[in-house]
């Protein structure tokens, strides 16, 4: 015969099982939406409401539809670097991380609003500053991608006061266009 003191402790158990359950999930729901806060601070107000939110294991954090992909500061950064996309930064992206060849057909825009922790001028994999590798950390930015000949007027230094070229004569040449003070 089991007595009260036994099934009021099943039943507490139980309870506190499905409460740290729920914990769990709330966990993941605060991770997530910290996660989301962060991509969506590289965007302006306006196109932060309509733009998706993926992770950088690709998992959808938030549904979007005006074209624009943002993701929260890569995992392996101690600063802040979160950046906003469209379809043709998503393949300029692509390529990049799989070190592949690209070549911009079009234009393409990125913003980074929240600024970057930093990344070499003329490495596109460097991996922190050394004596010649040019390490900049840029404010609020965008940048653009275009067909090579649209950026050979440009120059490449980061400290002209206007917009220069990154990582000029690689597949992955792209105008950085300063919005704002760096830090």
Known sequence: MMNLN???????????AVLLASLAGYGVAVADQAKIDDALAAAWPGMAEGAQVVDWEGNVLK?????YTCMPTPPSMTGTAPLCLD?????????????????AESMGIAYMLAGDE??????????GPT?????VEEGPH??????AELLEAYPTDPHSGGPYVMWKGTDYQHLMIPVGARD
């Open 6 to 16: 036994d099934g009021m402790q099943r039943m507490a158990g139980s309870g506190l």
């Open 63 to 67: 549904e979007g539809a005006n074209g």
């Open 87 to 103: 379809e043709a930064w998503q393949e300029w992206g692509q390529a990049w991380q799989n070190k592949e060849p690209f070549e």
């Open 118 to 127: 930093g990344a070499s001028n003329v490495d596109p994999y460097a991996e």
């Open 131 to 135: 004596d010649d590798n040019e390490w």
């Open 142 to 147: 965008l940048m653009l991608i275009a067909p």
